[in-house]
């Protein structure tokens, strides 16, 4: 159970299995030292290998069970866990990177917010595959989203997540 009482598959969250968050992490262009955002921390899927990969990592989590276990289980890391909602995401004000796979009902907005700053390096984020590809296909909304191009990454079937999605996945990529 999950917050609310709800069950895993009701309150929507599909993690990643850990090899396929290392693929994902390392198609994306994160440096050693980078201010990488993971929005939607979950259990660390994705923070784990940002930070092998020597990132400084932003870990954005709601659920306070999950949020409390990321930070015990990364205390000794370059990581920071804020138990926050990703609706009332404020970014950081110096430039940074996202690698996340947030939940996909606030794929559009996540989007949308992003592509209003100027100090996004780089996104890389695992969304449902038709989300991608109507992002990938209109022109980039956002007070900065002329700066941005969007292109679909990573293709990830139903089987990278544990319990498996109903619809496939893929990996939104926003670069300069």
């Given at each position: 159970?999950?917050?609310?009482?709800?069950?895993?598959?009701?309150?929507?969250?599909?993690?990643?299995?850990?090899?396929?968050?290392?693929?994902?992490?390392?198609?994306?262009?994160?440096?050693?030292?980078?201010?990488?955002?993971?929005?939607?921390?979950?259990?660390?899927?994705?923070?784990?290998?940002?930070?092998?990969?020597?990132?400084?990592?932003?870990?954005?989590?709601?659920?306070?069970?999950?949020?409390?276990?990321?930070?015990?289980?990364?205390?000794?890391?370059?990581?920071?866990?804020?138990?926050?909602?990703?609706?009332?995401?404020?970014?950081?004000?110096?430039?940074f990177?996202?690698?996340?796979?947030?939940?996909?009902?606030?794929s559009?907005?996540?989007?949308r917010?992003?592509?209003?700053?100027?100090?996004?390096?780089?996104?890389?984020?695992?969304?449902?595959?038709?989300?991608?590809?109507?992002?990938?296909?209109q022109?980039?909304?956002?007070?900065?989203?002329?700066?941005y191009?969007?292109?679909?990454?990573?293709?990830?079937?139903?089987?990278?997540?544990?319990?498996?999605?109903?619809v496939?996945?893929?990996?939104?990529?926003?670069?300069?």
């Open positions: 159970m999950s917050a609310g009482g709800t069950s895993r598959r009701t309150w929507g969250w599909h993690p990643l299995r850990p090899d396929w968050a290392r693929r994902v992490v390392a198609a994306a262009p994160v440096r050693p030292g980078d201010l990488v955002l993971d929005l939607g921390a979950g259990d660390g899927a994705l923070t784990a290998p940002l930070v092998r990969a020597g990132a400084r990592v932003l870990a954005i989590e709601l659920h306070p069970g999950r949020a409390t276990a990321l930070r015990r289980r990364f205390e000794d890391d370059d990581v920071t866990v804020v138990e926050a909602d990703l609706r009332d995401l404020r970014l950081p004000a110096r430039p990177r996202v690698v996340a796979s947030p939940p996909y009902g606030l559009t907005a996540l989007v917010t992003l592509l209003s700053s100027d100090r996004v390096r780089s996104a890389d984020l695992v969304l449902q595959r038709a989300a991608v590809r109507r992002l990938v296909g022109p980039p909304r956002g007070r900065h989203a002329r700066r191009r969007l292109d679909a990454g990573l293709r990830l079937p139903r089987h990278a997540f544990v319990p498996p999605p109903k496939d996945s893929a990996v939104l990529q926003v670069r300069r």
